[in-house]
């Protein structure tokens, strides 16, 4: 008990601020850096890329207001970036930023990218449909309490703490057995602890009239980004011609749209339509996530705009993340 309290005083202290998109994190970060001399991790899968600026609504220098941002134009479109890889790089920033004194800042939207931070990494083996069948094979042959008792001879430690009604985590926890010919306990067990490897308060604005918030300002901020030049942007990539629609980078949202117009497949208003509505869509994905989270999380009212940094303060203060002097 006393070294497990040792050992997490001893993590440093970084915060996160999630959001769907369009929701005004970035510009809160910026805010919030400014006050904690604080450095902002960006926690975004399209903004690793660099060439890639209008689309994804990339701070430039002048907005950056000279605050040191990480993970923005790491990789060239054509590259592909794993949640492993943001893990670890995550981590490593993390503790360079807080061993100089500053406050790691983790900002953004993709939310595996965070969850890997605050979950850890599966080790876990994805199945495969063979094995899959044959799970539902016994299930449906000679029913679940069967499964539960083969489950019981290969793995005791999950078969009593999983449910005896549970047919999906039963099966899943079978399904490892039968990949690996060792337990789900066992895999786990080996892979370690997957608590955060350092001390992270989390934030997230999360608007509460979800349909009357997000259509408009998507609309907007895209039309915004029209009047940017972010066709020609587009137009630049593909004029590469070693990129296509089936690269992570061009399955970005807003990108893939514009894409299939500059290929003739569909109209100008078309294109406009089907990013917005990708663009709702995406950000309806991400307040799913944020409404299941499993940590502890403040919620914001993105609408809130001239509270949020007080809150924050407030929050940040009282927890002990930051000093009050």
């Known amino acids: 008990m006393v070294l497990d309290f040792i050992k997490d005083i001893m993590k440093p202290k970084a915060i996160s601020i999630m959001g769907p998109t369009a929701s005004g994190k970035t510009g809160l970060a910026i805010r919030l850096a400014k006050e904690i001399n604080g450095e902002i991790i960006s926690v975004d899968s399209a903004l690793i890329y660099r060439g890639m600026d209008i689309g994804t609504a990339k701070p430039d220098k002048n907005e950056q ?31 360079d930023i807080a061993s100089r004194g500053r406050v790691p800042i983790l900002v953004g939207g993709t939310m595996l990218y965070f969850k890997s931070i605050t979950e850890g990494l599966s080790p876990l083996p994805g199945s495969t449909p063979e094995v899959r069948a044959e799970v539902e094979r016994i299930v449906a042959e000679k029913g679940l309490p069967v499964l539960r008792d083969m489950l019981k001879q290969v793995d005791m430690e999950s078969w009593s703490r999983i449910n005896e009604n549970d047919p999906q985590r039963l099966g899943r926890a079978y399904e490892v057995y039968l990949m690996c010919g060792r337990s789900m306990t066992d895999i786990i067990r080996e892979h370690g602890n ?132």
């Open 65 to 95: 207001a000279g605050i040191p941002h990480y993970l923005l134009d790491i990789l060239d479109p054509s590259q592909s970036y794993s949640v492993a890889g943001f893990r670890e790089d995550a981590i490593k920033l993390v503790n």
């Open 194 to 325: 997957s608590e955060p490897p350092f001390i992270l308060k989390e934030f997230a604005l999360l608007p509460d009239r979800e349909r009357k918030y997000l259509k408009p300002m998507i609309a907007e901020r895209f039309d915004m980004m029209l009047a940017s030049g972010f066709e020609e942007e587009v137009r630049k990539l593909m004029d590469r011609g070693d990129l296509n629609q089936d690269l992570p980078s061009i399955r970005s949202v807003g990108y893939r749209q514009m894409w299939m117009y500059l290929n003739g497949e569909i109209n100008y208003e078309k294109m406009r339509e089907l990013a917005v509505i990708a663009t709702c869509q995406l950000a309806k994905r991400q307040m799913t996530w944020l409404r299941g989270w499993k940590s502890k999380v403040d919620y914001l009212d993105p609408l809130n705009k001239s509270e949020n940094l007080d809150i924050i303060m407030t929050k940040l203060v009282s927890e002990g993340i930051i000093s009050g002097s």
